[in-house]
């Protein structure tokens, strides 16, 4: 489920004016391998297979989140993950997810020092909602190049984009610390805004501790909810899907502009296309339409339809280009 063309080719436009601008700089326009930071993220970005294709991709390193479904436990990356996913979710079998080892940062990170990279910024999902930052840190400790960790605080796409725009960075001889504090500012500035059909996966995944008291309150409304500070928090009780969605719009047109919208979904194709489609206006990219990871499909639940709303750091220098 994605529907990215036109963002990814606005993207891969973007990067070439980044590193373009850098013309001048020769000695840093490209600068040596071991002295280029690598990207290391989590799944939970949700950034589409389209983005490691672009120039700046091999320097971008993502970690998967497991999903256990059963018994069985999933990766992002296995072909019937999904298929089974919907199905589990559809049937209520029980699912659970959990923070990658520290062993698969470490050889990750590992990886990374072997193909020649000097230094690594490592950028994962929100503290509030999984361990993954705490097990890149544990890995850190003992990585063969220096690793910097982040806390996004955020999630999928908001989270995605704050990779994104270090990562069309990497090559122009910047420091660590210049790129994450870049990163820190973009996750922070991101906004997610998202509904679910019902509460029963958030209820069972752990992931609202905060609603707990208002589960009872909440049984005949389609909640529309945010990331606030990483946590999940109940933004408006809205009684149909429509009315949901209408509230997420106008959400999502009111940010302060320039800013970049993304529609992410589970199970819902069609209606994650329609609000694509409305928001279209409001957005100074292509408003790209992608598959929830499963790693947060699994906690939301079928027909979760969302959006992030990151600032456009570019726009004011590259316009729509």
């Known amino acids: 489920m994605s529907d990215v063309a036109p963002w990814i080719a606005r993207l ?18 490209k600068p040596p391998r071991r002295d280029r ?3 290391v993220t989590d799944t939970s970005a949700a950034l589409p297979d389209e983005v490691y294709k672009l120039p ?26 999904h298929q089974d996913l919907a199905i589990a979710l559809a049937a209520g079998t ?27 910024l490592s950028i994962h999902l929100s503290s509030k909602l999984s361990g993954t930052a705490d097990a890149a840190r544990i890995a850190a400790a003992n990585s063969p190049v220096p690793v ?22 990497t090559r122009l001889g910047l420091s660590t610390q210049f790129l994450a504090d870049l990163a820190t500012r973009q996750a922070d500035a991101g906004q997610t805004v ?26 005949q409304v389609r909640p529309v909810m945010h990331l606030n500070n ?6 408006d ?3 149909s899907e429509a009315k949901a969605l209408a509230a997420i719009t106008e959400i999502a047109s009111t940010a302060t502009p320039p800013v970049r919208l993304s529609v992410q979904g589970y199970g819902d194709l069609d209606s994650a296309r329609e609000l694509a489609q409305d928001l279209e206006e409001y957005s100074s990219m292509p408003v790209p339409v992608v598959r929830l990871p499963a790693v947060l499909a699994a906690h939301l639940g079928l027909g979760a339809l969302g959006v992030s709303m990151s600032p456009d750091l570019d726009y004011a220098r590259y316009g729509n280009t």
């Open 12 to 29: 891969a436009a973007r990067s070439r004016d980044v590193r373009g601008e850098a013309v001048g700089w020769a000695r840093y326009l």
């Open 37 to 39: 930071v690598a990207i």
């Open 56 to 81: 700046t991709g091999s320097e971008l390193f993502t970690i998967p989140i497991p999903v256990m479904i059963g018994d069985q436990i999933y990766n992002e990356d296995d072909e019937i993950l």
């Open 94 to 120: 029980p699912l659970r997810t959990s923070r990658p080892s520290p062993g698969q940062f470490s050889a990750t990170y590992k990886h990374v020092a072997e193909q020649g990279y000097g230094r690594i």
């Open 148 to 169: 910097t960790v982040l806390d996004s605080y955020n999630a999928g796409m908001s989270l995605g984009y704050a990779v994104l725009d270090v990562l069309q960075r």
């Open 194 to 219: 998202f509904t679910v059909p019902n509460l029963d996966a958030l209820r069972k995944g752990g992931r609202i501790p905060a609603l707990t008291g208002l589960l009872g309150q909440l049984l």
């Open 230 to 235: 990483g946590a999940i928090e109940l933004l």
């Open 237 to 239: 009780r809205p009684r």
